[in-house]
């Protein structure tokens, strides 16, 4: 049974809405396998080329000596892999390479990263602080003391000018 869809609209991915449909209730429903090429593959002109949906995991893939799923965006605007999910957009498990540049919330990652690297020699140079402050503490309790005998010089230089003869 074909039905007509209005071609502007994506199509319900429905067994009734493809040419071919494989079903298994406790077996895969569709399998591809190749030697040399793709095992499946799938592609539109104006909508998604492969879709899954699954209770678990939409799609997956897995290799033994490659990459288990890769995602490429042709052209200027295209993105590689998109994520969008109700917790995390993304979780990766293990170490994670960027070979490009970084956009963290939109600010610049290297730009974070050498601030990080500012305030770290900053606070490098502050490790002395205390032993700087005591110093100081030192330095203006030498010159309070100073300045005491010098009020005390100029109290007796006044008294030695006012007891002058005239």
Do not use: C, W, Y
Not at 108 to 121: F, K, T
Not at 123 to 136: I, K, S
């Amino acid at each position: 049974m074909h039905k007509t869809f209005d071609q502007n609209q994506p199509n319900p991915v429905l067994a009734n809405t493809a040419e071919v449909v494989g079903k298994g209730d406790l077996i895969n429903g569709v399998f591809g396998s190749s030697k040399k090429q793709v095992g499946v593959f799938g592609q539109s002109e104006t909508s998604i080329g492969v879709s899954g949906d699954g209770k678990t995991i939409g799609v997956n893939g897995s290799s033994t000596s490659g990459i288990g799923v890769s995602g490429q965006g042709i052209g200027s605007t295209g993105v590689g892999v998109h994520g969008k999910g109700g917790r995390l957009a993304g979780l990766f498990e293990g170490n994670v390479e960027v070979t490009g540049s970084l956009t963290v919330r939109g600010a610049d990652l290297n730009a974070l990263i050498q601030r990080v690297a500012d305030l770290e020699q900053q606070q490098a140079g502050a490790g002395d602080l205390p032993q700087r402050v005591a110093n100081l503490e030192k330095s203006v309790s030498q010159l309070t003391t100073s300045v005491a005998d010098l009020q005390k010089a100029v109290i007796a230089l006044n008294t030695m000018v006012v007891n002058l003869p005239h």
